[in-house]
C-alpha cells in the first residue's frame, strides 16, 4: 500500500501516486455496477464516465465532427483521470466502449508516471451450457486480485 492509499487496494504499484483503470462494460451501457463496487473499494477514488465527457459538448454533430467530438472528448477524460491520479486518487474511468484513442491515455500514464490498467469485461453468453455469470461483486473482486500481479496493467 503506498501513502496516498487508506484502507484499501490500490492502481498506484506502490510508487506513492494514485492510478486510472480504464473499464470498458459494454453490458453496462455506461453505469456498470462493477465500476461502481470498484471505486467503493478503492481509497481514496474516483469514478468517471466517458458519457459524461462526450455529454458536456453542445454541438449538433455531422458525421465529420463526430471523429474530432469524440477525440477531445476522450482526450479531456484521459486528462482529467491521471490529473486525479497525480493527486493520489484511484480512478475508475468507465466507458462503454473501447476507447478508440486509447494512445492518450498510455501518453498521459508516461507523461504522469500514473498506472495504466485496462480491463474489457465480455458481455453474457447465450449460450444455454454456459456457466452461470459473474455477479459483479464477484467480477470486481477478481479485478482488484488480478492487480497487483499486473494481470490487467498495459505495456508498451
Given at each position: 500500500m503506498n501513502r496516498t492509499t487508506v484502507g484499501g487496494p490500490e492502481l498506484g504499484g506502490g510508487r506513492g501516486a494514485g492510478g486510472v483503470l480504464v473499464l470498458v462494460d459494454p453490458a453496462g451501457a455506461g453505469h456498470s455496477k462493477v465500476a461502481e463496487l470498484l471505486?467503493?473499494?478503492?481509497?481514496?477514488?474516483?469514478h468517471l464516465r466517458t458519457d459524461d465527457f462526450l455529454r458536456v459538448i453542445r454541438d449538433t454533430p455531422t458525421p465529420l465532427d463526430a471523429q474530432r467530438r469524440t477525440t477531445t472528448a476522450l482526450a479531456a477524460a484521459a486528462q482529467a483521470a491521471f490529473a486525479y491520479a497525480t493527486g493520489g486518487y484511484q480512478v475508475v474511468l468507465e466507458s462503454p466502449a473501447a476507447p478508440p484513442t486509447l494512445d492518450t491515455f498510455r501518453r498521459e500514464s508516461r507523461t504522469t508516471g500514473a498506472a495504466l490498467h485496462y480491463v474489457v469485461l465480455s458481455p453474457s453468453s447465450d449460450d444455454p451450457g454456459a456457466t452461470a455469470e459473474p455477479t459483479p461483486e464477484a467480477t470486481a473482486d477478481s479485478?482488484?486480485?488480478s492487480l497487483p500481479h499486473r494481470t490487467h496493467l498495459l505495456g508498451w
Open positions: 471505486a467503493a473499494r478503492l481509497h481514496p477514488s474516483v479485478i482488484l486480485t
